[in-house]
Every structure is written in structure tokens, then in C-alpha cells.
């Protein structure tokens, strides 16, 4: 099976002490490839410098994430347009809202992801958007440029099965995480991913973030890595009543299809 993990964090100090380990131990277990988030012009260099490492096997995206939003300036706006024309760039993003945490406030948050989209639209890049606690403004946003947008994909989701259906109503694209194997508070994502087309579902760990906690045995460290984007595939398989074979070939299509992304041999 050839998987491709669509967000992970892997500009993240918990991957300084090993990340081309990380890297090499997520190609074994068949992650061929990754779509390293940027969410700030420092990760965004760092990503690229990544994605120059390893052709072919790494993407980028590159946007402002909502918790840095205070920061968004319109030469912020100028940085980001030179980084998604080049080529090492396959998504706008990550950019939307999060009003859980709150560390930008509201209104600086909603400027900067209008500011965002207006720069993907422009672009013509597929957009990588972040949402939590905040559906009905980032619903309304989205719905405002959506005609505009060539692809987009509400990354990370862990709404409910109504949240679902408003973004599949846009045409959104659904990433699904380890989230889905917590039973404390990710059960609703078997309802979820059931309901969502074949032709719009992908697999991300958000590493790392959201270790699935149904691993066994359990790992040392609570870190998530792309190695274990097959235990998300089961997981999502089932749910599904699916072959993880099956999944696995449709969301790595799926995926390469949405970022543009070359096929591996």
C-alpha cells in the first residue's frame, strides 16, 4: 500500500533530535509521501528547505495559521503570494479560524484568513484550512470565496456529522486524523467519514499532534509521526466497511490529485 500523509508538523523541534529518521521510518510503513504544513513564514522556509532535501517525497504548504494572526501584516500577504508561485509550494495554508484557544484575537483572526483566501484565489493553489470552535464564521468565509477557489480541504476534521454536511455542501475535501480512534472523543468520526465520497476523503496525522490512542502496544513517547498514517487507514477502513487496500489506493489518488503531487514507482 502507498499512503500519503497530507499535514504534518514536521518543521517541529519534537523532530529535531530525528527527523530524517522519522521521515525513513514513515516511508517503510508505506507513507511514500508528506505535505509539510507551514504555518508561519519561518516554518514555511523550513519546509521548503525540507522539500529541497527530499524531492518528490515532500510538499509544502504556505499560509499564516489562525493562532498567529496577530502577526499578519500586508507584508505577510506579499510573503505568502512569492511562496505559493514556486513549485516546492502545493497548497495555500494553513489559514481559517480557531476560537477554542484563542490566541489571536477574533477579529485579527477573520481578517487574516480573508486576507488568505482572497491571496489563494488569486493563486489559483488548492487551500489547507484549519477550523475549531468556529464553524459558522469559517462556514460563511469559505462560502464568500469558494467560486474563486480551485480546491480546498478542511484539514483536521473533528466536527460533527451537521458540520460534515456543510462542508461537502461547499465541495470541501475532508482530512482525516487519529482523532477518529480516540473513544473519548472522536467516536462521531465513524458516523462522519461514512458519510463523506470517496473522491473527497484524505489521511493526515497532524504530527506531532494526536497520537492515536488506541496503539498497541503503546509507544514510549506520546509524539505522532507519519509511521503510523496505517493505523488512521484501519481505522477509517473499517469504519467505512472498506478494504484498507481499497482506501489506501483512493486517498493516495485522491491526494496526489488535490496537491498535484508526482506518483511514485
Known amino acids: 500500500m502507498q499512503l500519503i500523509d497530507i499535514g504534518i508538523n514536521l518543521t517541529h523541534a519534537s523532530y529535531d533530535p530525528d527527523r530524517d529518521e522519522v521521515i525513513a521510518r514513515a516511508r517503510a510503513a508505506g507513507v511514500v509521501q508528506m505535505v509539510v504544513t507551514g504555518s508561519d513564514l519561518e516554518s514555511i522556509g523550513r519546509a521548503v528547505e525540507l522539500v529541497h532535501r527530499f524531492p518528490g517525497v515532500l510538499s509544502a504548504t504556505a499560509g499564516i495559521h489562525p493562532h498567529h494572526a496577530t502577526d499578519y501584516s500586508e507584508s505577510t500577504g506579499a510573503a505568502l503570494r512569492s511562496w505559493l508561485a514556486r513549485p516546492e509550494i502545493s497548497a495555500a495554508g494553513e489559514c481559517g479560524l480557531d476560537f477554542y484557544r484563542n490566541y489571536a484575537p477574533r477579529d485579527r483572526q477573520l481578517a487574516a484568513f480573508r486576507a488568505q483566501l482572497e491571496i489563494a484565489a488569486d493563486s489559483g493553489r488548492p487551500v489547507f484550512l484549519h477550523q475549531r470552535d468556529a464553524h459558522p ?12 477557489l480551485t480546491r480546498a480541504v478542511a484539514h483536521c476534521f473533528t466536527g460533527t456529522i451537521e458540520e460534515a454536511r456543510d462542508c461537502l455542501a461547499l465541495d470541501l475535501h ?18 462522519v467519514v461514512r458519510a463523506v465520497p470517496a473522491d473527497r476523503l484524505m489521511l493526515e496525522t497532524d504530527g506531532p499532534y494526536l497520537l492515536p490512542r488506541d496503539l498497541s502496544p503503546k509507544p514510549a513517547s506520546r509524539r505522532n509521526e507519519p509511521m503510523y498514517l496505517p493505523h488512521v487507514l484501519r481505522a477509517v477502513a473499517a469504519a467505512r466497511g472498506e478494504a484498507p487496500e481499497k482506501l489506501a489506493a483512493q486517498t493516495t489518488r485522491v491526494a496526489r490529485a488535490f496537491f498535484g503531487l508526482p506518483g511514485v514507482a
Not at 137 to 148: D, G, S, T
Open 137 to 148: 464564521e469559517f462556514i460563511e468565509l469559505v462560502a464568500e470565496f469558494r467560486p474563486r
Open 174 to 191: 475532508i482530512g482525516i486524523t487519529g482523532w477518529i480512534c480516540d473513544e473519548r472523543r472522536g467516536r462521531h468520526l465513524l458516523e
